[in-house]
């Protein structure tokens, strides 16, 4: 569990460079009066402890019937629409999502606390559970998921679509600054987005909230100054409270398991390798509205069909040009269609023009792309496709556009 224990507040002192003696004073005199007592390590409050503080309602792990929780959120898990690799999804699993609960209501004191999650829907969802009457908002980057989470949560609950790495004005206008009491946030595995992340953190939590952040593990390949960038990116508005090494785990997404079997591993062996820590910190600074909105963003339209999500490219300016015919729709790879891999680093991705959440990437034509977000579009919202009129409106003969919707219902419906 997070230490809270007066030996930690001494190492924690130590390591920064001072010595908080009155902190560790405080909680000698708590121990003394039987508000708190020291057990395996921790700080607990006392039956004495919660009285003396009043009718404060304390949100109980204990209380909690995980079995429920459980069976509710993994069926919930269950009939999620597919993440995708384009928006760097990856979740928690059941047991992590459980095992969070514990840590953050542990350290909750406020009697009605404003919670946000960034970038971690799952447990959001799991939190809304537990605690449906806690106002809590859900800050992702997939208007997908989150349309899909609005029909489980309580109506404490927000969900709040943004891209925290290329935030537009109309979704800073959606952000409250200072207002939140505690902020999770479950970053991707690169520096820009943990700056992006913490920044938007600083600008939501209030004077003296609990930030809670994801880190990743020693194994993860960054090198020394980009942890060093991060690190300074907290230094800057937070103090160091303490750490949960090692054990946030991650569901392997499908996207991810297809990347692997095409790089020819067999499906036993893909097991849910990915693992983070956990900091708790404190924000020691109020928040200041100076910076400038990043830049738009918008190159991908997304559909989404029984669970399976596609994007495509927003027009043939986006795409590096490839020489296809110009309305053929072909895997990337000549020899199969999953792309082989899931860094945001690797080159192939910028000739990506169809992407799907199984990881299955394709080149559209250069006539092609339009007719192809038109075609998603309708099947989409179930529509009746008017061959005729798309044939005169392309210039595309009948025996191609056959072809094209043929090619285009296996993307979409195969598995």
Known sequence: MILKSKQNYQKIAMSAGFYPENIVNAIDELIKEGIVESKEGEMRLTNKGRQKIGDMPFYLFSEIDLDLLKAKLELAIKNMPDAHLLEYQWWFTCDTCIRLLGVLTENILLSNP????????????????????????????SQTI????????????????????NETKDEASNVKDNYFDIVFMDPPFYVEHYVAFIKLSNRMLSYGGDLYSTIFNENIKTNLRERKIIFNEFCKNFTFISMLNNEIFYNVPRFELNTYKAM????????????????????????????DINIERGIWNEYCFNKKRIFVKTS???????????????????????????????????????????????????????????????????????????????????????KFIDKLEEITYGR
Not at 146 to 164: F, H, M, N, R
């Open 316 to 402: 043939i300016s986006n795409c590096i040009n490839i020489e296809i015919g110009d309305w053929e729709i072909k895997p990337l790879y000549n020899e199969d269609c999953i792309l082989k891999s899931v860094s945001r680093r690797y080159s192939e991705r910028d000739k990506i023009s169809l992407w799907t959440s199984d990881n299955e990437v394709f080149v559209v034509g250069r006539k092609g792309l339009a007719l192809v977000n038109e075609i998603l579009t309708e099947l989409e919202q179930n529509n009746k496709i008017d061959l005729s009129t798309l044939e005169v409106k392309y210039g595309i003969d009948d025996c191609d556009i056959h």
């Open 146 to 165: 989150l349309l899909y989470l609005e029909g489980k949560l309580s109506s404490t609950c927000k969900c709040v679509c943004i891209d925290v790495l």
């Open 264 to 291: 020819g591993y067999n499906s036993e062996d893909i097991s849910d390798w990915r693992y983070n820590s956990l900091l708790y910190m404190k924000k020691n600074s109020y928040y200041s509205n100076e910076e």
């Open 114 to 141: 404003k919670i946000a999650f960034i970038g971690a829907p799952i447990l959001a969802l799991a939190f809304n559970y537990a605690f449906p009457e806690l106002e809590i908002y859900i800050y992702d980057i």
